[in-house]
Structures are given as structure tokens and as C-alpha cells.
């Protein structure tokens, strides 16, 4: 079951964020980044990778844009439409992954039910309310400087997360309507649970002062809050 569980994950997370870093125009390359402080930048990372923000990606893309064209890397980070795009589909495609878990004879009956438990979790996901919180001092090594930044996200905090909660009941032996219900009941829970702190620290650097403050593997930091759902 644990295999199952984490399998379950793995897909519902490449559907999520496939679609989450795009090509865009290219910008000028003579473009210079906007001075942020790395508390400033956190934020933008949050908005735009854990509540997909229009504004921040768009800030985002714009303050990353001069270092990345520097870099030889697309102009834009990330894409927006690419994550709508990806949220839209995802109640669907991770609504059969839940369905999937089910006798064959009933998985159409309760794929409604499975839709509406996954565009629950992808908007508790969505809806977390997080703010970088502080900065520790900047350190420098071999001329790369790192600033650590803390944050929390205050999450919906569920009896028992989406994954495990859908596959006992699949191995429950529930008919058709007791699984319908069961899995409405599991949906329930993303919209009626209070919630619950999350904090962590996420990684900004720079090689020099002019440079943008980047973590180029920002979304291993955030990819942490499905484990609260």
C-alpha cells in the first residue's frame, strides 16, 4: 500500500507542475534585474510555484528574466497558463487515479466522487496562505552568496491525507454508494479541517551583488507541502 501511496503522489505531482516552467518571448538581453531582498524574492517563489499568483509569476519572470538570458536559459521561469492549464486538468487526471483504486465493475460510478476529492485538494493546495518570514545573514562561499530564508503556510490539516484515505476505503469492501459517500466525506475534509503550521527554509544565491537571488530548484522545497494533504 505504501508503493501505491507514493506512486500516487509521483503522478499526482508531474500532473500538477508539468506544465509549470515554459519558453516565452525572449526579453533584451541588455534587461537588468530589479534589486530585491531575499525575503522579497521567497515571496514571489511561494505565490507563484504553491498559489500560482498572476501578478507574482509575472514578477517573478520579470526579475529572473536578465539573470536567466545571461545563463543562456529561456527568458521565463515559469508560465502561467502553463499552470492553469495544468490545475485545470487536474481533478480529471487525478480523479481516475483514485477511481483506478477501485473494483473495475464500479470505477465509473465513483469517478465523479473521486473529481470532486481531487479539485478539492488541488485547491487546499492552492489556498495555502504562506509568508516567508525572515532572512538569516547572508554567507558567502567561493564567491556564491546563499541567504536562507525562512516561511511558513498555514495548511489544511486532514485527518488522513487524500492517497492512504481513498485507498482504504477501496480495500474496504464498499459497495458502490458507501464508496461514493466515502470518497465525498474524504473531499469534505479539504474544506471543513482547521489548519495547521507548516514551516521551512528555502535557499536563495547569487554569484554577485548584481545578479538576480534564484533557486533553480525551487519546487523540491515546495513540492514538500503534499505530505500536509
Known amino acids: 500500500m505504501h508503493q501505491t501511496q507514493e506512486t500516487s503522489r509521483t503522478s499526482l505531482l508531474a500532473a500538477t507542475f508539468a506544465a509549470a516552467v515554459a519558453l516565452a518571448q525572449p526579453a533584451i538581453a541588455t534587461e537588468t534585474a530589479v534589486e530585491l531582498a531575499p525575503v522579497d524574492v521567497a515571496n514571489l517563489y511561494i505565490k507563484t510555484i504553491i498559489n500560482q499568483d498572476e ?60 473529481e470532486l476529492l481531487a479539485a478539492n485538494v488541488i485547491a487546499a493546495k492552492n489556498g495555502a496562505v504562506c509568508q516567508a518570514t525572515k532572512a538569516d545573514p547572508v554567507t558567502v562561499e567561493n564567491g556564491m552568496q546563499t541567504a536562507a530564508v525562512s516561511f511558513e503556510c498555514q495548511v489544511v490539516k486532514v485527518p488522513v491525507a487524500w492517497a492512504a484515505a481513498a485507498q482504504q476505503l477501496a480495500k474496504s469492501g464498499c459497495k458502490v454508494e458507501q464508496c461514493t459517500a466515502g470518497l465525498k466525506k474524504i473531499a469534505a475534509t479539504y474544506t471543513s479541517s482547521p489548519k ?25 522545497t515546495f513540492d514538500e507541502i503534499w505530505e500536509y494533504l
Open 196 to 220: 495547521q503550521t507548516w514551516r521551512a527554509v528555502f535557499p536563495v544565491s547569487r554569484e554577485k551583488n548584481s545578479e538576480a537571488w534564484r533557486n533553480d530548484f525551487a519546487r523540491e
Open 55 to 114: 501578478a507574482s509569476v509575472a514578477k517573478l519572470n520579470a526579475y529572473l528574466r536578465p539573470t536567466r538570458l545571461a545563463g543562456h536559459q529561456s527568458a521565463e521561469y515559469a508560465s502561467y497558463s502553463g499552470l492553469k492549464e495544468a490545475d485545470a486538468k487536474f481533478p480529471t487526471e487525478t480523479g481516475k487515479l483514485i477511481a483506478d483504486l477501485f473494483p473495475a465493475a464500479m470505477q465509473a460510478a465513483v469517478k465523479p466522487a473521486a
